[in-house]
């Protein structure tokens, strides 16, 4: 995979990042979104696709991007295809430190050291391009305005920009409604977008579903069902990381 491309999960922490107070927006539901993200990206790379609710590896290749092809190699070790909620609700801790890191190495972003309460190390980070965050929220922008259906890569942002609530961020006051409507409406633009973020938002809501079954299966499994349902618990977004991230307060 060639860098001369930005990824889905560096646009989607772009649009996230505040240029105002250097913090990113919706933290905690944005570090689900950037493992959702990679998912995409993955999928738009020909490495995953979807199998029904699941994430398949199709082809184990590394792309080039170390980030990318961790989850990869994650991913193939499960040996069968994992649900996409599992996928996301999984830890991931430093996910979007790691991402800021490798924006600031880029030269998109700048680390600007503070303090909080006048004690407390913190790092926030300002975008140095702006152009290339105006090119970002210029193709949501055509793709809420115009109603043309956008490119796969731009409706899968859309999906996850929607998922993690940055609709409220991008689109603020009852003046942007129409705009996060429309934005939430771009999901169904793109399968594998939707599909991810659909489980981001079910991660979120602690609703994890469970695969649809017939009303036979449904009887006979009852007991089997009840174990499964208390799965999601473990993605349930935990409290952040108070190690390595807490010099980076990039919320």
């Given at each position: 995979?060639?860098?001369?491309r930005?990824?889905?999960?560096?646009?989607?922490?772009?649009?996230?990042?505040?240029?105002?107070?250097?913090?990113?927006?919706?933290p905690q539901?944005?570090?689900?979104?950037?493992a959702g993200a990679q998912?995409?990206?993955?999928?738009l790379?020909g490495?995953i696709?979807?199998?029904?609710?699941?994430?398949?590896v199709?082809?184990?290749?590394?792309?080039?991007?170390?980030t990318?092809d961790c989850?990869?190699?994650?991913?193939r070790r499960r040996g069968?295809?994992?649900r996409?909620?599992?996928?996301?609700?999984g830890?991931?801790?430093?996910?979007?430190q790691?991402y800021?890191s490798?924006?600031?190495?880029?030269?998109?972003?700048?680390a600007?050291?503070?303090q909080m309460?006048?004690?407390?190390?913190?790092?926030?980070?300002q975008a140095?391009?702006?152009?290339?965050?105006?090119?970002?929220?210029?193709?949501?922008?055509s793709?809420?305005?115009?109603?043309?259906?956008?490119?796969?890569r731009?409706?899968?942002?859309?999906?996850?920009?929607?998922?993690?609530?940055?609709?409220k961020?991008?689109?603020?006051?009852?003046?942007?409604?129409?705009?996060?409507?429309?934005l939430r409406?771009?999901?169904?633009?793109d399968?594998?977008?939707?599909?991810?973020?659909?489980a981001v938002?079910?991660v979120?809501n602690?609703a994890?579903?469970?695969?649809?079954r017939?009303?036979?299966?449904?009887?006979?499994?009852g007991?089997a069902?009840?174990?499964s349902?208390?799965e999601?618990?473990?993605?349930?977004?935990?409290?952040?990381?108070?190690?390595?991230?807490?010099?980076?307060?990039a919320?």
């Amino acid at each position: 995979m060639g860098r001369s491309r930005r990824t889905i999960p560096e646009e989607l922490l772009l649009l996230a990042l505040d240029p105002a107070t250097g913090t990113t927006a919706q933290p905690q539901s944005l570090d689900l979104g950037l493992a959702g993200a990679q998912l995409v990206e993955l999928a738009l790379a020909g490495r995953i696709a979807p199998d029904g609710d699941r994430i398949a590896v199709v082809v184990p290749r590394p792309t080039g991007d170390p980030t990318l092809d961790c989850a990869l190699e994650l991913l193939r070790r499960r040996g069968a295809p994992v649900r996409a909620v599992h996928w996301i609700g999984g830890p991931r801790l430093g996910l979007r430190q790691t991402y800021l890191s490798h924006l600031e190495r880029c030269g998109m972003v700048a680390a600007v050291p503070g303090q909080m309460c006048g004690v407390l190390p913190t790092t926030r980070y300002q975008a140095t391009d702006t152009a290339i965050s105006r090119e970002i929220r210029s193709r949501l922008d055509s793709a809420i305005r115009t109603g043309v259906p956008p490119d796969p890569r731009t409706a899968a942002l859309a999906a996850l920009a929607h998922a993690v609530g940055l609709g409220k961020h991008l689109y603020p006051g009852n003046e942007g409604r129409s705009s996060r409507s429309r934005l939430r409406d771009l999901i169904r633009h793109d399968p594998m977008g939707g599909l991810v973020a659909h489980a981001v938002m079910d991660v979120q809501n602690g609703a994890v579903a469970q695969p649809r079954r017939g009303p036979a299966a449904t009887g006979r499994q009852g007991a089997a069902g009840a174990r499964s349902a208390a799965e999601p618990a473990r993605g349930v977004p935990m409290q952040p990381h108070r190690g390595s991230m807490a010099r980076a307060v990039a919320h």
